[in-house]
């Protein structure tokens, strides 16, 4: 089974999850209708350009945008989360020696405490939007069962690894419970929500070809996000 | 499938159908029959499939229910935080609905999808600058609009605006007639003051072509007037199509966007037969975002951009004061304190903010900004055509207070508006809340402020 899963499996997983959102980005893009959307997309392309450029950097950015700044503690939160779900199972000295002893290369790694800490801020910051949707009614209202969902397959890798790592209880189910639980989150990126992972830029991109083309980028000096 | 003899699926295409519907005071009758139009689902979906792309499917399906588009809702504010107000839950309930059930609704689900589309969105598209992923709602209850529109479930005002555009290639009757004698009497009722004042109609290879909003002609004549007087002192080579001269869209509103392109497409072929440098539109702000920039996509004009360029009027007025053509006495100029409406359609999705303050700065000597402001700015309450709908006014109301209190933030007892929609709703909402406020379009206030040459005054006699 632990060969398996860290063997056929692992080629499966990155499988479904690459060629999925080069699926979804394929679709999107073909989806695109200058004339239904509005957007001369094939048109005034430095104009395009520039507007899908600004929209992406000035919100890839912890408080660039205005909206970010308005909810300080959601942005820190969730740039956080985002932070952490990305960089610490790809520079994770565990991680880095299996890929060591199957493909022989491995990646510049971080210092397990900083991985340690990363990984609890990770729960944390997950904790936070769980509560967050329970709290506030503006959020509450929008929260469905897939929502919660969602959190819970982004953050059991993470939870099961803490766990396994600091021998709580029973090692071998707990690492078997983060192998298992990073298959589903790597499939799930393209088959869920968590394609945003890839159609955030795609959407973000769209909106600013949108601004920047024809809703003003013409006659200013681009939209202030 | 039981269609009203005036609710029902049909365009209005004839004078007939126009003065049948009002002849309804108020759409009573009207709604009464939208309480038996059935739903032609097959129809509906077939439109769905072919209308919705990967834009509006992916807005849909990777909202991620974060809520932060609630705060930038004036509605979600105006009605004391509302949760039934975030755009998110509005645009689920509704479309999101409607596609998630492959348009399997009863005529109760079209009826509160109008509802929901014309008094709780006036398509201002604000909350999409406040979403991470950019999901912009407004665009999306724009697009509901156009299904409802197309399965009749369309407010009363809106269906005989629509109609009007498709009759009299304006959103009221006016006749090209009564369009070209509003020009001559205007221009010789103000001829006494400003000799030579002319409104040239049809003249070829004009520098400028302007084009106006049917309110103008029909209840505030002296607005082209002004505009004349403007054009006449600024010295400009200026000319009125006498066809294609309005830039308005109720169409756009109602979501009939057959008419959408009729309406454009009269103003794209007034430019062909005459010729002109450029355009400029009056001070509206929707007729702008109609015929500027959502108009050449209408017309399938590749370039995505009208036939000759096209300016708002406040660009006109700007360049105007940049360059000389128009001078400001500046004893003349506002001493009070002053602030301007951002309208939603040139500002936010016209990109004209820099072009505002330039106005302000030659005219006001204590120019206060609202907060927000700029593309930022809260929709007056009245955009998407909610001024004109009577039967979401109660609505449009509440919707109101949060202008109110922006201009009461300000301290400014005088509000620009070169908007029409805004210039009603502001002027709409002293009447409701009476906080003292007078509101303006620009050209009167220029007017009174400009330096006139010599030889442009009335002769002593």
Known sequence: ?225 | MPEGTLCNKKTIDTKEQLQALLADKSGKEYYEQMNDLDVDRKALWGVIQKSLKSRTKTWLEICSHCGLCAESCFYYLANNRDPKQVPSYKIQETLGKLIARKADVDNAFMQKCMDWAYSKCTCCTRCGVYCPFGIDTGIMFSYLRGLLYGQGFVPWEMKIGSGMHRIFRAQMDITTEDWVDTCEWMAEEYEEDWPGLEIPVDKENADIIYTVNAREPKHYPEDIAEAAILFHVAGENWTVPSEGWEETSLAMFAGDWEAAKMQVESVYDAMDRLKPERMVVTECGHAYRATVIEGPYWAGLKTGKTPIDSLHYVEWVAEALRTGKLKIDPSKKIKEPVTYQDSCNYIRNGGLADVAREIMSYIAEDFREMTPNREHNFCCGGGGGLNGIGRYREQRNIGMKVKRDQILGTGAKLVIAPCHNCWDAIRDLEEVYKIGIRWSFLKPLLINMLEVPEHLKPKEE
């Open chain 1, 1 to 225: 089974m632990y060969e398996f899963l860290t063997g056929p499996m692992v080629w499966i997983s990155f499988g479904i999850f690459f060629i999925g959102l080069i699926v979804r980005g394929v679709r999107y893009i073909r989806g695109l209708d200058w004339k239904l959307d509005r957007v001369t997309y094939g048109e005034n392309i430095s104009y395009g350009v520039r507007g899908a450029v600004r929209s992406i950097l000035f919100w890839l950015f912890p408080y660039g945008t205005r909206s970010w700044r308005k909810n300080p503690w959601f942005t820190l939160w969730v740039f956080l989360m985002h932070f952490g779900i990305l960089i610490t199972p790809i520079f994770l000295l565990g991680h880095n020696i299996l890929l060591k002893e199957k493909l022989g290369i491995s990646l510049w790694t971080l210092p397990e405490a900083v991985a340690d800490t990363m990984t609890v801020v990770v729960i944390v910051s997950v904790v936070f939007l769980i509560l967050r949707r329970i709290a506030l009614p503006e959020v509450r209202i929008i929260t469905n069962w897939y929502d919660y969902v969602l959190l819970l397959i982004a953050v059991s890798p993470f939870l099961t690894g803490f766990l396994a790592y600091h021998r709580v209880a029973d090692y071998y189910f707990w690492l078997m419970a983060h192998i298992i639980s990073g298959h589903v989150l790597l499939i799930a990126v393209p088959l869920t929500k968590l394609s945003h992972f890839l159609l955030f830029f795609m959407t973000r991109a769209q909106l600013g070809m949108d601004y920047g083309i024809k809703r003003g980028g013409m006659k200013s000096k681009g939209m202030a996000w």
